[in-house]
């Protein structure tokens, strides 16, 4: 038996006035989709516990079938497993991203134009991460770079009572200063990022950034601190050798914790341009290579929703239907038996440009199983069929027969 899922980040939304009131899953032609959930299982599946946020992170750690709520310490800590770094006991990480703010005086009164930096490439942001270090780090604070804007902070005796540290992804268009902790334990964390204004305003990256109109990284956001992971080998509490196929850190963190393969895919960038083909080919090839559970984690839905881009959601959805599910059908067609599970994660709607902790469609397609499901695939008919799963954990459970 091989096991597929296909985790499509943040799709699930809300109705979308510039859809005619329609969700990008019910305006999207995604026959392939489609023609899965007419033949399998449909429902809906709380991914994001009541006492946790709704990030990728609990929410994707669900979805493989991990109870956040015992096993999760924090977003980072996975995102600096992926990029290679060693964490001691009392280590605390952060997410480092590089943003672009207003140019306001005061650091209080600046907006947050682009939590990504104009989708900054991996090369110019490892300039600025390394200008960052050679300023910044010391002893205690050490600065890692990553994947296009998203980088890691490791803090050495440091602590997570940071009071809230603002995601800045969940505070686009808006004035920075209420998000900043006024906690005593993050004040020189928020030193940091406002120093860092004044010494990245002027990089030579960011003046060749500007002079191709493009958005300049001119400050470092600190956010999603915790500590060293501790999760269960996938392996061993599945009985399956698996994979986790992603452009991003935090998934290939959690890949790594669950001592699953976590192979890279050439052009995968984790946005609507990314090498979609070569991810469906890097599946095909997990599972020629003996392993039984693959997981394709595709974050462009959830970018989209992020930057309040509707014809980008549906498009990713509908890229993914094209480019994707044909190439890992056809092959998973030469084995005896197979299942596909696809879903989101948690929504990022369009009309909020955050995560939502709402229940979130799922479809589950099993080649030898019965035929039941829906004409097409969306979070309405999801709801209608009556199928429910109150967390990841008991869907993963379903899913694999256990």
Known sequence: MKYLVVLYDGMADYPVPELDGKTPMEVADKPNFDKLGQKGTVGIVKTVADSLKPGSDVANLSALGYDAEKCYT????????????????????????????????????????????????????????????EHFGNDI???????????????????????????PHDISGRVVGEYLSKS??????????????????????????????????????????????????????????GSIISAVDLLKGIGGCAKMNTPDVPGATGYIDTNFEGKAQTAVEEFRNGQDFVYIHIEAPDECGHRHEPENKVKAIEIID???????????????DYKIMILSDHP??????????????????HKNGEKQGVDTVNEISAKTTGVYF???VELVKYFLGK
């Not at 060693?86 to 600046?110: I, Q």
């Not at 928020?190 to 001119?218: F, Q, T, W």
């Open 322 to 336: 094209k480019k994707v599910l044909p190439v890992v059908i056809e092959e998973l067609e030469k084995y005896d």
């Open 74 to 133: 924090g977003r980072s800590p996975l995102e600096a497993v992926s990029i290679g770094v060693e964490l001691a006991d009392d280590d605390v990480t952060m997410r480092c991203n590089v943003v672009t703010l207003s140019d306001e005086e005061n650091y209080e009164d600046k907006i947050m134009i682009d939590y990504s930096a104009g989708d900054i490439s991996s090369e110019d942001a490892a300039e600025i991460i390394k200008t960052v270090q």
């Open 390 to 392: 109150d967390s990841g």
């Open 184 to 241: 005593e334990n993050a004040k020189e964390l928020i030193a940091m990022m406002k120093k860092s204004y004044d010494l990245l305003k002027n990089h030579p990256v960011n003046l060749r950034r500007i002079a191709e109109g493009k958005r300049p990284a001119n400050s470092i956001w600190l956010w999603g601190e915790g500590t060293k992971p501790a999760l269960e080998a996938f392996e061993e509490k599945f009985g399956l050798k």
């Open 141 to 167: 604070y050490k600065f890692y770079n990553g994947v296009a804007y998203r980088h890691c902070l490791v803090w050495h005796g440091g602590t997570t009572d940071l009071g809230d540290m603002t995601p």
């Open 348 to 365: 990022t709607p369009l009309v909020t440009m955050t995560h939502a902790r709402d229940p979130v469609p799922f479809m589950i397609y």
